[in-house]
C-alpha cells in the first residue's frame, strides 16, 4: 500500500528557512499531483502550493517565498520555505494524488510541525 512519509520541519527563527520533504513508497504507481497543505488549530486545511502537469500553484501568502519541488524519478517532493514568519507556525502535510493501475488515490502524510519563533 502506497504511503506518504515527511521529514523536516521544527524551530526556526523569522526570518529563516527549513525544508520539508515528502517520499512516496509501497508500490507500484505514477504521481499526477502533488500538494502541501497546511492546518492550523481550528482552522480548515489550506492549500500551501502545490504542482500538476508541471503547473505551480501558490498561496499568495507564500508567493515570493515558498518553492515547491518534485522528483517522479525517485518519488520524492520538497517544500523549500525562505523568509518564514510566526504566522507560518502549524502543521504542513504534504498530498498526492496517485495513479496504481486503474485507480486513483489521494494521500496524506502524516504532517509535520513548523515553529516560527524568536
Known amino acids: 500500500q502506497v504511503q506518504l512519509v515527511e521529514s523536516g520541519g521544527g524551530l526556526v527563527q523569522p526570518g529563516g528557512s527549513l525544508r520539508l520533504s515528502c517520499a512516496a513508497s509501497?508500490?507500484?504507481?505514477?504521481?499526477?499531483?502533488l500538494g502541501w497543505y497546511r492546518q492550523a488549530p481550528g482552522k480548515q486545511r489550506e492549500l500551501v502550493a502545490s504542482i500538476s502537469g508541471g503547473s505551480t500553484n501558490y498561496a499568495d501568502s507564500v508567493k515570493g517565498r515558498f518553492t515547491i519541488s518534485g522528483d517522479n524519478a525517485k518519488n520524492t517532493m520538497a517544500l523549500q520555505m525562505n523568509s518564514l514568519k510566526p504566522e507560518d507556525t502549524t502543521i504542513y502535510y504534504c498530498?498526492?494524488?496517485?495513479?496504481?493501475?486503474?485507480?486513483?488515490?489521494?494521500?496524506w502524510g502524516q504532517g509535520t510541525q513548523v515553529t516560527v519563533s524568536s
Open positions: 498530498n498526492a494524488l496517485i495513479r496504481s493501475g486503474l485507480s486513483l488515490s489521494n494521500l
Open positions: 509501497g508500490g507500484i504507481f505514477s504521481i499526477v499531483h
